[in-house]
């Protein structure tokens, strides 16, 4: 799971989670990375964090 830092308004979406487009952005490998580097001001995405509350919902259902 990839999170994209949208550096212009401070947005964190999860690569693959919704259908922004990508201009000012920085990528990392983990959301701890994302807020280590943006610190001050990240905001989440609701569309991408809320599809992957589904996800890992249903996948701890499938257990
Ligand atoms: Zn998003």
Known sequence: MKYVLNTQTNTLHIEGYCHYLY???KKFDSEDEAR????????NC???FKNRDKELNNASKSK
């Open 36 to 43: 280590a580097y943006g610190r001050l001001n990240i905001k």
């Open 23 to 25: 201009f000012n952005y």
């Open 46 to 48: 609701k569309t991408c």
